[in-house]
């Protein structure tokens, strides 16, 4: 049975109440709901609380699943839009960054805090695009989605998410440009 | 700068194309066209190669036990009280599914009592009593119709009472509460949209939330804002006619382009 096939089979289970099977929904999406995450927001914090925003928003809406798209790609789009949605919040209550969160029981955290980092000049070229393009580029040239699928992830259509990808490169790489010349 | 220039120089900053000569040929037409190429090329392979991310088995563990903990917590959540009128409101709904029953039984079943199933001081035994005695006095064929015509009378009035609570799922009645107050400000003109015109005004964004309006069923709708309690919604009203104080506002939740919400009226 195929990845989407089985992820809409523990969905329909997850509305008949057996919690198990959201168990393995988040386990076989969980790391790339937080990759995602954490390219968008760029904080490992906010990002772990996205994830779980996400995978909240994804039981408390099971039942209104309709199989237009795979779990998968539903997940995704829930996860990028409560993403946008920590963005506005913090557009609307601007806060110091906050420090990476290790926890020091976690001793594998700080390895992969620095297998994840990225440099800070693309961090902050990152953080100048649009939330709408730095989805995008995320999902197609970070996470290496097709673009339909992006699109199907973002609830656009292909034409305005290559739109959003060539635009946001551009912006990224004249952001990169000034930071060295700078 | 064309649209499909522009396709074939990203199609060639990511190394997808099999034959790169009208591609190469396109950037060295001009300055313009190189910068483009420069650009692409630069961003792609820059993102390209961004490590995966990955939650450590501490984090992966803490994030299940977190999402049970908060999903366990929710049914006192759920449990936030309702306003006096949303009680008073069902039960006037349920009387009028009961009494619209008993009636249809009675018709079928001319030796039903339904008088011996509510109670003589009910005032709405009462009047059903004396539907009764009317329909039992008078000529039986007409009576019928009457009565009949009478219990679609009460089931509308039911359906109106029933229509005065709105049909939503999953919201919390301190939600519809503010949902109903945010229709309110949509018909009077006074909804301060939480980011379309006070954040973005980018059409891209408004073409998607047109586009989730349209996926939640209200292809015939028009985005006039958007709002955030508890989720972010989208306000959306019919197309082609002014916002007034009879216009059905609906919330569609961005979130899963779902219709949330529809506040039929001021």
Not at chain 2, 3 to 30: F, M, N, P, Q, Y
Not at chain 2, 39 to 63: D, G, M, N, R, Y
Not at chain 2, 155 to 168: K, L, R, S
Request: net charge negative; with cysteine.
């Amino acid at each position: 049975m195929t990845a989407p096939a089985q992820d809409a089979l523990l969905l329909a289970r997850v509305v008949e109440g057996d919690h198990d099977a959201f168990n393995e929904i988040m386990r076989a999406h969980e790391s790339r709901v937080f990759s995602v995450c954490l390219r968008i927001l760029g904080d490992r914090e906010k990002a772990l609380d996205a994830t779980q925003e996400t995978f909240l928003a994804a039981f408390r809406k099971a039942h209104q699943f309709k199989g237009n798209a795979a779990v998968g790609t539903w997940i995704y789009r829930i996860a990028v839009n409560t993403c946008y949605d920590q963005l506005r919040k913090q557009k609307r209550r601007p806060s110091e960054p906050m420090p990476e969160h290790l926890d020091p029981a976690d001793q594998s955290a700080q390895e992969a805090v620095e297998a994840a980092a990225v440099r800070p000049e693309l961090r902050q070229a990152l953080d100048a695009l649009p939330p709408e393009f730095r989805a995008a580029v995320v999902l197609s040239d970070v996470e290496g989605m097709s673009l339909p699928d992006a699109a199907e992830t973002l609830g656009v259509p292909v034409g305005t998410v290559k739109s959003r990808v060539f635009r946001g490169r551009r912006l990224l790489a004249k952001h990169l440009g000034n930071q060295m010349t700078s | 700068m064309r649209k499909h220039e522009i396709e074939l120089i990203a199609a060639l900053a990511e190394g997808r194309l099999e034959d790169e000569t009208e591609a190469r040929a396109l950037v060295d037409s001009s300055e313009g066209h190189r910068s483009e190429y420069e650009a692409q090329k630069t961003a792609f392979e820059t993102l390209h190669a961004v490590p995966a991310a990955q939650l450590t088995e501490h984090e992966s563990a803490a994030l299940r036990r977190d999402v049970w903990t908060q999903l366990r917590a929710e049914p006192t959540q759920a449990a936030a009280p309702v306003p006096w009128y949303y009680r008073w409101t069902y039960a006037a709904a349920g009387l009028f599914v009961v009494i619209g029953l008993v009636i249809v039984v009675d018709q079928t079943n001319p030796n039903f009592a339904p008088t011996a199933l509510l109670s003589s001081d009910d005032s709405a035994a009462d009047s059903f009593s004396a539907t009764q005695e009317r329909a039992s006095s008078d000529d039986g064929a007409t009576d019928t119709t009457e009565s009949v015509a009478g219990a679609g009378a009460d089931q509308e009035t039911a359906d109106a009472a029933e229509g005065d609570v709105p049909a939503v799922a999953g919201l919390t009645a301190p939600t519809i509460d503010e949902l109903t107050d945010l229709a309110g400000q949509t018909r009077r003109g006074e909804l301060k949209s939480f980011t379309l015109g006070a954040v973005s005004t980018d059409q891209e964004l408004i073409d998607e939330m047109t586009l989730c309006v349209e996926a939640a069923g209200l292809s015939d709708h028009d985005v006039v804002g958007d709002v955030e309690v508890e989720h972010h919604y989208i306000v959306a009203a019919p197309a082609r006619s002014a916002i007034g104080p009879e216009t059905p506002i609906a919330f569609v939740d961005a979130d899963i382009c779902e219709l949330a919400y529809t506040d039929q009226s001021g």
